[in-house]
């Protein structure tokens, strides 16, 4: 139907795991530090397994408590023994702490995700509506070829060109005000600078040999539990050893949507294939 406005496709919103503030490292262990690096990849102790983890920090303003955080934490660390077939984690009251570290954009983001799902509802009912129009509009164009011989007389044909052309307003005004809507999100939070979670490694080497090792992970930002279960296997992926992998859709991938919900999976065959290797060079 001429005249309608098109809708404005609104993408999956895509959060990026990048590199989150810096590290507070007073609760760590003391390491000596003439030769002291730091890193947010994958381990240089890969494979180190089965690796002990524990959840030490849960801010309150992230709705959560430790026995959540923590059930979380074994259905993340779950989707890779069950993929790997091998004990790989195991809750250790001296192993690496996990913190849930509350950022202020988090309130901003969720609001977004939730209006994100807001509008993929009414983008569907848009769309729906747009259909029946057109199709009224095609069978109002067919009854007008064939006058009265189609059983309408005039009058009766212009007042349901009335009708049409009322609600083809209305869908139109429908629709600026979803297109608005999306533009008012897009300024909410932006894509850029949006931390997920990061995992940490501080190591000392001493010639060939590494003396010391501390690792954390924290998760600075989540939208429901879903997605804190991806953040949580994306950052036990780095513990592994792994680093980003380039397939789409899998765990190690540097970004993820999560808009509308996104299904759980399993590590990917790349994965698996890199997780294999690392404990095989071990």
Known sequence: ????????????????????????????????????????????????????????????????????VTQAVRVAAGLWEEAFGARLFEEDAEGMPIRLVFDERLDGARARAEGERDLERTSRDLEARRHRLEARQLHLETLSREGEGGGLADGEIERLRGELAREADAFNHDVDAFNRRAGELEDLVGLDGVESGVFRERYQIRGDRLTALDRTIE???????????????????????????????????????????????APHLQELSLLAELCRTR
């Not at 795991?17 to 030769?35: C, E, K, M, W």
């Not at 930002?221 to 992998?245: K, M, P, S, T």
């Open 219 to 265: 998760v600075y930002h989540f939208v429901d539990e879903e997605h804190l279960i991806r953040v949580l296997a994306h950052e036990l992926g780095h513990a592994l050893g792994l680093g980003h992998v380039s397939e789409s859709g899998a765990i190690m991938s540097e970004a993820f949507s999560v808009a509308g919900g996104q299904p759980r999976s």
């Open 1 to 68: 139907m001429r005249g309608l406005l098109l809708l404005l496709a609104l993408g999956l919103l895509v959060w990026i795991l990048v590199r989150g503030p810096s590290p507070d490292f007073q609760s760590a262990r003391a390491i000596p530090a003439d030769r002291l690096f730091e890193d947010t990849g994958g381990s240089v102790l890969p494979c180190d397994v089965p690796m002990g983890w524990r959840v030490d920090r849960v801010d309150a303003e992230l709705g959560m408590d430790v026995a959540q």
